[in-house]
């Protein structure tokens, strides 16, 4: 059974820096695409980035580039999001999600199939 795992969520203040992963089972991680998505509170989910299955083709919402980083183990099924400079408008729950057919590539407008149950962080002083 096809399965993502966030963690890696807490309270950091403005400025900080956290790292999520996404842990997943039951599928062939190489082959599916990965994203990062994340709701603040009150508003709609979006979507932050996404690493293709090859691990070539990345992508960032204009919000978070240069400030956030994702990459993949593929040992360890595991996709990570390095973020940086942190601020109060990052708050929110962040969620890992999947697609079939996503060795070569990904977007942040792909439909995902997998979604993990989400991790929340908190950027707060």
């Known amino acids: 059974q096809l399965q993502l795992v966030e963690s890696g969520g807490g309270l950091v203040q403005p400025g900080g820096s956290l790292r999520l992963s996404c842990t997943a089972s039951g599928f062939d991680f190489e082959h599916y695409a990965i994203a990062w998505f994340r709701q603040p509170p009150g508003k709609e989910r979006e979507a932050v980035s996404c690493?293709?299955?090859?691990?070539?083709?990345?992508n960032y919402a204009d919000s978070v580039k240069g400030r956030f980083t994702i990459s993949k183990d593929d040992a360890k099924m595991s996709v990570y999001l390095q973020m940086h400079i942190l601020s109060t408008e990052d708050t929110g729950v962040y969620y890992c999600a999947a697609r079939p057919l996503g060795r070569r590539g990904c977007g942040l407008t792909d439909v995902m199939n997998y979604w993990g149950k989400g991790t929340l962080v908190t950027v707060s002083s």
């Open positions: 690493i293709s299955g090859s691990g070539i083709t990345t």
